[in-house]
Nanobody, 115 residues
Framework: QVQLVESGGGLAQLGGSLNLSCTAS????????AGWYRQVPGEQRELVAT???????KYADYVKGRFTITRDNAKSMVFLQMNDLRPEDTAVYYC?????????WGQGTQVTVSS
């Protein structure tokens, strides 16, 4: 059974940090790209950061220099270190794994940043 399970969300203060984790199971995670997306109610899900299978990373402009995506293939995990958090970072964050025409999603974890 394919699963992506996020953890690490919660409440942070303006300028604070959170570290999101995502554990994959049921598929060969090391062969997939992995990423993080976020969504606020009434808006489309948007890309935050991705890391391709080969290691190349891509970030949304609004998180560059603040967020860092890493992965541990041995543990089938992907992480998102979020620093200098802002109220506009408040959203549900989703873990994603992709390869060719396959794509998997986690259930999401809420991140709330207070000012």
């Amino acid at each position: 059974q394919v699963q992506l399970v996020e953890s690490g969300g919660g409440l942070a203060q303006l300028g604070g940090s959170l570290n999101l984790s995502c554990t994959a199971s049921g598929f060969a995670f090391r062969l997939y790209g992995a990423g993080w997306y976020r969504q606020v109610p009434g808006e489309q899900r948007e890309l935050v950061a991705t890391q391709h299978q080969g290691g190349n990373t891509k970030y949304a402009d609004y998180v560059k220099g603040r967020f860092t995506i890493t992965r541990d293939n041995a543990k089938s995990m992907v992480f998102l270190q979020m620093n200098d958090l802002r109220p506009e970072d408040t959203a549900v964050y989703y873990c994603n794994a992709y390869a060719l025409q396959r794509q998997y999603w986690g259930q999401g974890t809420q991140v709330t940043v207070s000012s």
